[in-house]
């Protein structure tokens, strides 16, 4: 026995020898294990990554359209679909208002969906007459309810000149002319849950059987076939609306309503 090996022995108690090749080798082996441990446990750890920010987007998207549906419960007219038929780049025609001031009467120019209100006034009818649940039963009697209350309420008064109230100086002066009743509809029709789509200011012109064209504004609904008429300058409430289309009725200045204004496309006088 070699002095090597005899020391070898006794001082490593017969461990194998120390071969560098075979510990590199050994070391490679072993860093490749691991390398593939780590490969593994990071796929595994992306995947869970990939499906917890999966789960994140869903569970932000169910909070999304949580917030959607309740804002769009209570801010329908931000989500109102404008109608194939509007042209809202052209605008309707602008209601002339006037106010008094220490200097006279005055008029003035309103945007076409300013003219609007939601008072205390048109809300007390509303609640007395249950017209919001009524309106989710049956929109067209709802329709028919507020035609009652506006022809009840108003009494034809031609203006000296052209000057448009807002609902609740109808409702006090009880009394207007074509465009005041009109408004005062839509604001009873808006308050009671009419869509914006579904309910219009038309202005424009009927033709008289003689051929005579008188300038007019008049509410026009459409509560699921069609669009009809709801005079509101009547002293009688009739059996049932006249339909828009073929009607001596047009609407060539524009529709307006408390959310949308415009004209109709292709210069079509009916929808």
């Known amino acids: ?5 005899f020391l070898w022995d006794l001082l490593f108690k017969g461990d194998e020898q120390f071969d560098l090749n075979k510990k ?9 294990d691991l390398a593939l441990q ?13 499906e917890f920010q999966n789960q994140i987007q869903e569970g932000i998207k169910i909070v999304n359209d949580i917030s959607l549906s309740y804002d769009m419960a209570i801010n329908p007219d931000k989500y109102v679909k404008v109608p194939d038929f509007l042209d809202t780049i052209k605008r309707a025609y ?18 076409p969906e300013d003219i609007y209100s939601r008072n205390n006034a048109i809300k007390r009818i509303i609640d007395d007459r249950k017209l919001r649940e009524l309106y989710k039963t049956d929109k067209k009697e709802c329709a028919r309810t507020i035609w009652s209350i506006v ?15 807002f609902s609740a100086i109808s409702l006090s002066y009880r009394q207007g002319d074509c465009e005041d009743g009109t408004i005062l509809f839509l604001d009873l029709a808006h308050e009671a849950g ?8 038309a202005t424009g012109w009927v033709t008289s059987k003689d051929g005579k064209k008188f300038g007019h ?3 026009i609904v459409n509560y699921g076939d069609g669009w009809y008429i709801y005079e509101t300058t009547l002293t009688f409430l009739p059996s049932k609306p006249m339909k828009f289309l073929g009607s001596n009725y047009d609407c060539s200045w524009g529709l307006a309503n408390w959310s949308l204004d415009g004209k109709l496309k292709d210069e079509a006088l009916q929808v």
């Open 151 to 165: 022809l009840d309420t108003m009494d034809y008064n031609y203006d000296d000149g052209e000057d448009w109230r």
């Open 94 to 111: 602008y209601p002339v208002a006037k106010i008094t001031t220490l200097s006279g009467i005055r008029a003035v120019l309103i945007s």
């Open 217 to 219: 504004s008049f509410p």
């Open 38 to 50: 780590l490969k593994i446990n990071s796929d595994e750890y992306k995947a869970k990554l990939v």
């Open 1 to 5: 026995m070699g002095i090597k090996t």
């Open 194 to 201: 009419f869509k914006a789509d579904e309910v219009f200011n």
């Open 24 to 32: 590199v080798k050994d070391n490679d082996a072993k860093i490749y």
